[in-house]
Nanobody, 129 residues
Framework: QVQLVESGGGSVQAGGSLRLSCAASGYTFSSYCMGWFRQGPGKEREGVAAMKMNTGGGSPRYVDSVKGRFTISQDNVKNTLYLQMNSLKPEDTGMYYC????????????????????WGQGTQVTVSS
C-alpha cells in the first residue's frame, strides 16, 4: 500500500523559509514523476513543482510564481521528496500536497493533477505579511 506523508509545514512571516518533506512508503522511486501541489483559501489546487525521480534530479518544473524561490529535490536512499521554499510570500499560503504517478511514460512531468495516482494528506503553510 502506497503512503505519502508530508511534514514541515508551519507559520512563517513573509520572507521566511520552510522545507517540506514527503516520505514515501510502498512506493519505489522509479522513473516516476512526483510533484508538489497546493491549494490556497478559495483557490483551485495548482501544481507548484514536479520532477522525474531517479534521473539525477534533472529537469524539474516549477510554476512561474515560485521560480527562483522554491527548489524540489529527492533523496532516493530515504525515499523522500523535498520542497525548499525561500522568500515566502502571503500568496504562498495554502495546503501543500505531494503526489506521485505510477507511469514511467509521463514526460515532461505534468501539473495535471488527475495524472497523479497517489496523494499525501497535506501539510499547511501559512505566510503572514
Amino acid at each position: 500500500q502506497v503512503q505519502l506523508v508530508e511534514s514541515g509545514g508551519g507559520s512563517v512571516q513573509a520572507g521566511g523559509s520552510l522545507r517540506l518533506s514527503c516520505a514515501a512508503s510502498g512506493y519505489t522511486f522509479s522513473s516516476y514523476c512526483m510533484g508538489w501541489f497546493r491549494q490556497g483559501p478559495g483557490k483551485e489546487r495548482e501544481g507548484v513543482a514536479a520532477m522525474k525521480m531517479n534521473t539525477g534530479g534533472g529537469s524539474p518544473r516549477y510554476v512561474d510564481s515560485v521560480k527562483g524561490r522554491f527548489t524540489i529535490s529527492q533523496d532516493n536512499v530515504k525515499n523522500t521528496l523535498y520542497l525548499q521554499m525561500n522568500s515566502l510570500k502571503p500568496e504562498d499560503t495554502g495546503m501543500y500536497y505531494c503526489a506521485g504517478t505510477d507511469s514511467v511514460n509521463i514526460w515532461p512531468c505534468t501539473f495535471v493533477s488527475r495524472r497523479y495516482n497517489y496523494w499525501g494528506q497535506g501539510t499547511q503553510v501559512t505566510v503572514s505579511s
